[in-house]
């Protein structure tokens, strides 16, 4: 019963939240309103997921998040020392192609979502086999220490919490 009213319980849960987060208030119609959403959304598009996503650990979820805004936060930074004080000369540029041990297409998702959130970097192609990810940099002098970072900083974890 209760697997039929919330089929993806996680996005129910995200909706109330962020319904909840953009009335910017609380009020009990507010509330409702959100529980109706988070039933009727997922029970809406039940039929065009193939597939239900599996998080093998969720509790990551948290720590993985921490580092994405840590990252995003001190990219942020390196980003507008770039451009204030690096001459366009000395910018080093880089298409990269990252290797990839993910297969499921959500963390994919989590993965490329992850590099373009994060100033500096701009997911722009997976591979037709999805075993590969084209990522543009603004400054890359060691393309490997770029593919190395994601790797460790990212996939490995987002590895642990889906697959």
Known sequence: MIRRLFPHPYLSA???????????????GSLVFAVI?????????????PA??????????????????????RANIDVALIVLFKPNRN??????????????PE?????????TLTPGTVSSDLSQNGHALLVHCLHA????????????RYEARLKEIFE
């Open 107 to 115: 963390a994919i998702t989590v993965l490329a979502s992850t590099i």
């Open 14 to 28: 995200m909706l109330v939240i962020v319904w909840m987060l953009l009335v910017n208030r609380f009020a009990w």
């Open 37 to 49: 959403l988070s039933i009727a959304i997922p029970a809406l598009t039940e039929p065009y997921w």
């Open 52 to 73: 239900r996503a599996r998080l093998r650990h969720p509790g990551k979820i948290l720590v993985y998040v921490t580092i994405v805004v840590h990252d995003i936060i």
């Open 141 to 152: 002098p060691e393309p490997q220490e770029v593919i190395d970072e994601i790797k460790t």
């Open 91 to 104: 910018l080093q540029p880089a298409w990269i192609t990252i290797p990839l041990e993910l297969r499921s």
